[in-house]
């Protein structure tokens, strides 16, 4: 593979994927709504000479073909948060969305997925420009819906691996509130499993003078949520990492009635499936013992996503390290362990057995970083990653990634800069 070492974009290269960047960050959209992110993206890989297609709705597939060679999967996410953005950008998002229980929120790209669409657009127009040292075929899958962990799936059901070459690796990346200029990857396990749920508990309504009529959902789920809290502390071998959050809790109108249910929701983090298993039968049995143990009915549970663990292949995170450590130096390079973060990345590659590796690479310069205590993380309303270093740093491993398999030698992507 060739030496990118010194990669550097040229003026209009870089004024390029900034406007990209900008254009992205400035128009967000709702998980599995995200049409309008679908036909830009659309338009601008027809414009490079890719083949394009749509997949799991509003998932778009690109593939660049080049001849004879390994085939490469490289995968961005698409979809946007309900946030209102505090950034005080002047490329800040003021669009809103609606949710799926009709709901109207303002929407933001506050975990970087526009960052990731900036990246693999720019790195599909320079590989697409520079067909003579590199050869094989990249399959550039813009996903939809990662937040709800709907997208994954969606495009594997619309016939994802029957419609698009099949990789034999496939790549992503995420930005991550770090150095900028750095990347945070492991080897196996890179990220959680996750499962939200939410839970409707049914009692009796009745008058705030009148208790003994009623059965009081909000004392019986609050004692729901109270007993929840040990199952790691108590049911979960200390050296097994677990994560119970209740998310939500609402019930009652009024302070003189008490209500007829309550809802509330949770989410649960685990690395391991025998830890998984554990927690999961110790909310169902705790939700249920506490409503009998108040003559309420049986709660209902529902699921709301569920994220399968992250997984690295250790031979191929292995690989790209020592790729990654050459182009932008060891000191930049970190080996970690992995995050109680979930992805549903991983299932792209598991639908047909192919490796996979996903890694975080920084979004904060030095200045920002100690200028901030701390710096606002993902999934904050002021979360702005610095544009550069980030998203040529970003381009760089993407790229890094893809040459090491498909590049011809390591004079590889001499042309345009690259």
């Not at 959209?29 to 993206?41: I, N, P, V, W």
């Not at 970087?112 to 590989?127: C, F, I, K, P």
């Not at 362990?337 to 310069?365: H, K, R």
Request: charged residues 20%.
């Amino acid at each position: 593979m060739r030496n990118i070492v010194d990669f550097e974009l040229n003026e209009q290269q870089e004024a390029r994927m900034h406007d990209l960047y900008r254009r992205l960050h400035s128009s967000p959209e709702l998980s599995m709504q995200e049409s309008r992110t679908a036909e830009f993206l659309e338009h601008e890989l027809e414009a490079m000479g890719l083949e394009v297609f749509r997949c799991g709705g509003t998932g778009v597939v690109g593939t660049l073909r080049n001849g004879e060679g390994p085939v490469v999967g490289y995968r961005a996410d698409m979809d946007a948060l309900p946030i209102r953005e505090e950034t005080g950008l002047d490329y800040a998002s003021s669009v809103t969305g609606t949710l799926p229980d009709g709901t109207q929120v303002p929407v933001m790209h506050g975990c970087g997925h526009d960052t990731h669409m900036s990246v693999a657009l720019m790195a599909a127009e320079l590989l697409s420009g520079t067909k003579t040292d590199w050869a094989g075929t990249i399959v550039f899958i813009f996903q939809p819906g990662e937040e709800t962990a709907a997208g994954a799936k969606a495009m594997l059901n619309d016939g994802l691996w029957e419609k698009a070459p099949n990789p034999q690796v496939i790549y992503g990346q995420h930005v991550w509130p770090i150095l900028s200029g750095t990347v945070n990857i492991s080897t196996g396990t890179a990220m959680a499993m996750a499962d939200s749920w939410k839970v409707t508990v049914h009692g009796r309504q009745a008058h705030g003078s009148q208790p003994d009529q009623s059965i009081d959902p909000i004392v019986l789920a609050a004692h729901m949520v109270i007993r929840i809290q040990t199952i790691v502390a108590r049911e979960v071998p200390p050296m097994k990492p677990a994560v119970v959050t209740i998310g939500t809790f609402h019930g009652g109108l009024k302070e003189n009635i008490i209500p007829a249910k309550v809802e509330f929701t949770l989410n649960v983090r685990t690395f391991d499936d025998d830890v998984r298993a554990t927690v999961l039968d110790a909310l169902r049995r705790i939700i249920s013992a506490e409503a009998a143990a108040s003559k309420a009915p049986e709660p209902i549970i529902e699921e709301i996503s569920n994220f399968p663990r992250c997984y690295n292949d250790p031979a191929a995170a292995k690989a790209l390290i020592e790729e990654f450590q050459r182009v932008i130096g060891d000191t930049a390079v970190f080996e970690v362990p992995p995050v109680m973060g979930s992805e549903d990345f991983g299932v792209l590659a598991e639908a047909i057995g192919v490796p996979s590796v996903y890694w975080m690479f920084g979004a904060y310069t030095q200045d920002r970083l100690e200028s901030h205590d701390p710096v606002p993380g993902n999934h904050s309303p002021s979360f702005a990653p610095d544009i550069e270093p980030t998203l040529t740093t970003g381009l760089k491993l993407a790229m890094t990634a893809i040459l090491s398999k498909t590049g011809k030698s390591s004079e590889a992507g001499a042309e345009h800069g690259i």
